[in-house]
């Protein structure tokens, strides 16, 4: 090693920094007063995707999409913080509900397969063993208490446009608002931004429109189901990437229907991404990045200019 190098000690460092800062400022200027951790220590379900800019949602819930009372109580065993449940003609409330406690539970029923008098006794049923605010009626034809289901299957442009289009148009109709579910695929930087890009045009349209909607980004994430260690590998970026994009609830493929060993992965890898990594205690990871931010912001003005038309 050349032995004419500076030595690297803090008070280098300090002279270093103070050559570079502008005129009139000083190192305690650069102090973030700001709370790195935005986190209560507990994982009680509360008030959901209070969106403010691109900033995410403060901490995701574990989904996990179930088919029937015995696939929601398999998901909740192996940790899912929430339930993502579809009911068929013919299924019984009972069974279906059995022994799960929705009242602590957040939970998504899509209600599209069931006849008006079917939702009716669903709706009744569930509000006696649920508090306001944790269950989420959708459908495609949502009815007055009900969020649109609107499912995207990739990462594209046109697909961002027409979501986009979407919501812009159904604004003044729907009442509460859209859950979004987006198959999340394998461009890590292009998920975080799309992500990113449609919660930021979401807040702008509410702005222009003075009417407040609730907009709820669900990650599906996907794998070919031929090889476990690639999707292994395929599972955690993509789940890396909707974390950093902001999504309300991550989920991988449907308990019980004999894939069950791939839902647990995903729940797995989400554990280790809060309970090793700390990642849901960040606000927003993803702030500063020049390269996600010069992505999204290209994203917003085309959205945008692509409304007006």
């Given at each position: 090693?050349?032995?004419?190098?500076?030595?690297?000690?803090?008070?280098?460092?300090?002279?270093?920094?103070?050559?570079?800062?502008?005129?009139?400022?000083?190192?305690?200027?650069?102090?973030?007063?700001?709370?790195?951790?935005?986190?209560?220590?507990?994982?009680?379900?509360?008030?959901?995707?209070?969106?403010?800019?691109?900033?995410?949602?403060?901490?995701?819930?574990?989904?996990?999409?179930?088919?029937?009372?015995?696939?929601?109580?398999?998901?909740?065993?192996?940790?899912?913080?929430?339930?993502?449940?579809?009911?068929?003609?013919?299924?019984?409330?009972?069974?279906?509900?059995?022994?799960?406690?929705?009242?602590?539970?957040?939970?998504?029923?899509?209600?599209?397969?069931?006849?008006?008098?079917?939702?009716?006794?669903?709706?009744?049923?569930?509000?006696?063993?649920?508090?306001?605010?944790?269950?989420?009626?959708?459908?495609?034809?949502?009815?007055?208490?009900?969020?649109?289901?609107?499912?995207?299957?990739?990462?594209?442009?046109?697909?961002?446009?027409?979501?986009?289009?979407?919501?812009?148009?159904?604004?003044?109709?729907?009442?509460?608002?859209?859950?979004?579910?987006?198959?999340?695929?394998?461009?890590?930087?292009?998920?975080?931004a799309w992500a990113r890009a449609i919660r930021e045009v979401f807040c702008k349209l509410g702005e222009s429109k003075g009417m407040p909607r609730q907009l709820i980004l669900l990650g599906q994430l996907k794998a070919d189901n031929h090889d476990a260690n690639q999707d292994l590998i395929r599972y955690s970026y993509s789940a890396?990437?909707?974390?950093?994009?902001?999504?309300?609830?991550?989920?991988?493929?449907?308990?019980?229907?004999?894939?069950?060993?791939?839902?647990?992965?995903?729940?797995?890898?989400?554990?280790?991404?809060?309970?090793?990594?700390?990642?849901?205690?960040?606000?927003?990871?993803?702030?500063?990045?020049?390269?996600?931010?010069?992505?999204?912001?290209?994203?917003?003005?085309?959205?945008?200019?692509?409304?007006?038309?």
């Amino acid at each position: 090693m050349n032995s004419s190098f500076q030595p690297h000690t803090k008070q280098t460092w300090l002279d270093a920094v103070r050559k570079e800062l502008p005129d009139g400022k000083t190192l305690a200027d650069l102090f973030i007063h700001t709370d790195v951790y935005d986190h209560d220590g507990f994982s009680w379900p509360g008030p959901q995707n209070q969106v403010r800019g691109t900033i995410p949602a403060n901490e995701w819930k574990i989904l996990a999409h179930c088919s029937g009372n015995s696939a929601c109580l398999s998901a909740l065993e192996n940790g899912a913080e929430a339930l993502w449940c579809k009911p068929g003609v013919g299924d019984s409330i009972d069974d279906f509900t059995q022994g799960i406690k929705f009242e602590f539970i957040h939970s998504l029923f899509d209600v599209s397969q069931l006849s008006d008098g079917d939702k009716l006794q669903w709706h009744t049923a569930l509000s006696d063993v649920t508090k306001n605010g944790l269950l989420y009626w959708m459908s495609q034809s949502p009815a007055d208490g009900e969020y649109q289901i609107l499912e995207v299957l990739d990462t594209k442009k046109p697909s961002l446009f027409n979501l986009a289009a979407t919501i812009a148009q159904q604004w003044q109709d729907q009442q509460n608002g859209w859950v979004v579910v987006h198959h999340v695929g394998s461009d890590f930087y292009g998920e975080i931004a799309w992500a990113r890009a449609i919660r930021e045009v979401f807040c702008k349209l509410g702005e222009s429109k003075g009417m407040p909607r609730q907009l709820i980004l669900l990650g599906q994430l996907k794998a070919d189901n031929h090889d476990a260690n690639q999707d292994l590998i395929r599972y955690s970026y993509s789940a890396l990437s909707a974390v950093m994009g902001g999504y309300d609830f991550i989920s991988g493929l449907p308990w019980g229907q004999g894939l069950d060993k791939y839902a647990r992965l995903v729940q797995n890898i989400q554990h280790m991404m809060k309970h090793e990594s700390k990642l849901h205690l960040f606000r927003d990871p993803m702030a500063g990045s020049y390269f996600i931010e010069e992505i999204n912001r290209a994203l917003v003005e085309e959205v945008l200019e692509h409304l007006q038309k």
